[in-house]
């Protein structure tokens, strides 16, 4: 079946993209031979004079290059061709006779937004789904098909290098603004204008790709001669090493291609595909590009197996507590159309949490993702009450109550004397198991744990806890509907610390031990950065609250004994009342406005060790802290609490941000290899006795040489 169908109208051919059986747009082999050939055809073709390039899904242009390709590269030579194909075919489009306009609405991404910098002309709709972006460093490589030679040519150096180094999105307005594009215009002329282009560029009437950036004195200084080219781009190169801790090599990589392409155009192309070539291969690029699969696979995942099943649509969703938690979820809900009732003790508090509300969104209309229309909107779904009115025809009920299991059970029994009989009751409890809060339930078989991370609107991950009761229509459905609120969803088994607080405990733990040791917070807090966490342990510590620290580390002590005992300073600073980050004093000193700064040296007095810091080498910090996590980590899958390496690791990433570089614990153990985590742990147990005792399974894995995942990428 054929990708692409073409209409004539008076002269133009109206090129329309939409890959059969896909949801997407994406450029395959298959896909750039359909073009080619069809580009020869239309050249041929002298009643051809223009042509119009739109997508045939409905809410995106192109999703970017086929990543299964992809797989079937083993060699940097095959990438480095596929990126020559893919100059090869964008040059015979730039070199078109006839001129192409790119009609683009909705998300065009990486390989989609290169092709459109080669069209003679591009419209975007004015639409808040059209985004425009080159993600490539996420996935550890960078655009290849001539990507960082098109676009600092078309937009500068600046704006350029912003996008290719960081992927961030560019929206419609935006893209206007930086010359990205030439035109925005309503949605629904879109097709219609480009048509009229494509006539217009025919004629002669109308100039082929116009330089549409907007220069200014500065931009001349610093742009458009070598010595201001030579300092932004070192200036780049110092930040991104700055940023990436020289985990990355992508963006670097990036930047030579970019420089090259300065001294000599052809040199610029050579060196793109040289280093794309070389990008694809690295291990970075590999455990990224398995955890872009592996989130693909959890999107299409029902959470309870293949077995066909109904799922209950959410169109109403209580809350019981309106509090930092509660209003998060809340905030997330209605953007996403589901209508709220938000129930908490007294009006002063149900008013805070729509206030809190109301501040997320007005992050959005901010950031111009949403118009204040749309805000008033989103904030209409949104309703307040102080008793259970309206909670007569909710779906489900997100209880997000203080961390109390008498209150919860207060609440569930409440809430259950109002809900309609097929309504779900999620608990959003870090700590307390489901099975305990089912107690109170007279259906436990419609109780689960909807576990979000804060911020709620930001935290990617959600993990669905279910008990030996959950019916499995009920975990389906609330699978779906953290779906619909735009979360990666794991499902795990109910126990103490569900599978992400779990393994964050031996982590915090050590990171807490180093200290008892004698090792300086900023030690131990760079290490882990340099491993590739997005924050230090000790850090997080302050972040996550020092009395909620202490509290789950006493929880996590009564459930697994010594093993996971919180370190001796943690439990001193507890005791001292220091609360970390929100009450302005933690291991990190804070200002009123709770801003960090340096470390309060008066902590360490609360070490066993004192004020005597001893060094302990880096490598070893890092080792005692991340072998306690993955080992943790394999004991989960032991138990059963997480389905699959798959969720392991990105429950790992993508709820406490383990280095996505590294893909995530048991990635991280197949790649270095489980015989040698096994030998770490068990001399770290002899040192630090017992807390490090390997995992059964991963001696038995060791014994084996076997793997979590299949060598190569796919982590399904
Ligand atoms: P919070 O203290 O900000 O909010 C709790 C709210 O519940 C308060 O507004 C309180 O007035 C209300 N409340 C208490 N009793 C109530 C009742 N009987 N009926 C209605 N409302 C009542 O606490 P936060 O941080 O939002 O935590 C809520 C839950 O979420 C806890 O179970 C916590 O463990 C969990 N959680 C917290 C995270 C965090 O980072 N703060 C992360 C993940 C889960």
């Not at 990126?83 to 964008?90: E, F, V």
């Not at 972006?133 to 290849?144: K, N, R, S, Y």
């Not at 109301?358 to 209309?365: A, F, N, Q, Y």
């Amino acid at each position: 079946m054929s990708a692409l169908t073409v209409g004539m109208e008076d002269g133009i051919a109206v090129i329309t993209f939409d890959l059969p059986g896909e949801p997407v747009n994406k450029f395959s082999q298959a896909v750039k031979d359909e073009f080619l050939a069809l580009f020869d055809r239309l050249e041929g073709d002298q009643a051809v004079r223009g042509a119009v390039l739109i997508s045939g899904k409905p809410d995106s242009f192109v999703a970017g290059a086929d990543i299964d390709e992809f797989l079937r590269w083993t060699t940097a030579a095959q990438a480095e061709k596929a990126s020559r194909d893919g100059h090869a075919m964008l040059d015979r489009l730039e070199g078109l006779r006839l001129p192409v306009v790119a009609a683009i609405h909705g998300a065009c991404m990486g390989g989609g937004l290169e092709a459109e910098l080669a069209c003679a002309y591009r419209v975007v709709s004015d639409h808040p789904k059209t985004v425009l972006a080159l993600p490539e460093v996420q996935l550890g490589i960078f655009p290849g098909a001539g990507g960082t030679q098109r676009l600092p040519r078309t937009v500068g150096l600046q704006a350029a290098l912003d996008m290719i180094l960081t992927g961030k999105n560019v929206r419609a307005r935006k893209a206007a603004q930086i010359g990205l594009v030439h035109e925005m215009v309503h949605p629904a002329i879109l097709r219609q204008v480009a048509v009229q282009r494509a006539r217009e560029i025919a004629d002669g009437v109308r100039d082929r790709n116009p330089d549409a950036r907007r220069r200014n004195a500065a931009s001349f200084l610093l742009e458009e001669n070598p010595v201001g080219r030579g300092i932004v781009l070192r200036k780049a190169r110092a930040m991104t090493l700055k940023k990436t801790r020289g985990n990355y090599p992508a963006p670097l990589a990036a930047l030579d291609a970019i420089a090259a392409g300065y001294d000599d155009p052809a040199k610029g192309y050579r060196e793109e595909a040289r280093l794309f070539g070389e990008m694809a291969m690295t291990p970075i690029s590999r455990e990224l590009i398995g955890i872009f699969f592996a989130s693909t696979a959890l999107k299409k995942d029902s959470g309870v197996g293949d077995a066909p099943v109904t799922t209950l649509p959410v169109r109403k969703l209580g809350i019981l507590g309106a509090g930092f938690m509660g209003a998060g979820i809340a905030g997330v809900a209605v953007q996403k159309g589901t209508l709220v009732r938000l129930k908490d003790a007294d009006l002063a508090r149900v008013g805070k949490g729509l206030a809190a509300i109301r501040d997320v969104l007005k992050e959005g209309v901010t950031r111009r993702h949403i118009t204040r229309q749309q805000m008033d909107d989103q904030l209409l779904l949104a309703g307040g009450t102080t008793d259970y009115s309206g909670f007569e025809n909710v779906d489900l009920v997100i209880e997000a109550v203080f961390e109390d299991v008498h209150v919860k059970h207060t609440v569930v029994r409440e809430v259950e004397r109002v809900l309609p009989p097929h309504a779900i009751v999620a608990s959003n409890t870090s700590t307390i198991p489901i099975t305990r809060i089912a107690q109170a339930s007279s259906r436990p078989e419609r109780v689960l744990g909807m576990h979000f991370f804060s911020p709620v609107h930001k935290m990617p991950l959600l993990e669905i806890i279910v008990t030996a009761q959950t019916a499995r229509e009920v975990t389906a459905s609330a699978v779906a509907y953290g779906k619909t609120l735009g979360k990666t969803v794991i499902v795990v088994r109910d126990a103490p610390g569900f599978y992400v607080n779990r393994i964050l405990a031996p982590y915090l733990n050590e990171a807490g031990r180093l200290l008892d040791g004698g090792a300086a917070i900023d030690a131990v807090d760079t290490a882990l950065l340099d491993f590739g966490f997005p924050v230090g342990p000790i850090t997080l510590l302050d972040e996550v609250g020092l009395d909620i620290a202490g509290k789950s580390g006493a929880i996590f002590l009564d459930a697994f004994g010594d093993r996971l005992a919180p370190s001796a300073t943690l439990r001193k600073v507890v005791e001292s009342g220091r609360l970390g980050r929100k009450g302005k004093q933690g291991f990190y000193r804070y200002d009123a406005d709770g801003r960090k700064g340096g470390i309060d040296e008066s902590v360490y007095a609360f070490t066993p060790s004192g004020a005597q810091r001893v060094t302990i080498a880096a490598d070893e910090m890092q080792q005692r802290c991340v072998l306690g996590m993955v080992n943790e980590a394999v004991r989960c899958l032991e138990e059963g609490i997480i389905a699959s390496p798959r969720d392991g690791d990105i429950g790992a990433v993508f709820g406490i941000g383990f280095p996505p570089f590294r893909g995530g614990p048991f990635r991280y153990i197949d790649a270095v290899g489980a015989g040698w985590v096994v030998e770490q742990l068990e001399e770290l147990n002899s040192r630090f006795g017992g807390r490090f005792e390997p995992a059964e399974r991963l001696i038995l894995m060791a014994r084996k040489g076997e793997r979590f995942h299949p060598a190569g990428m796919r982590a399904v």
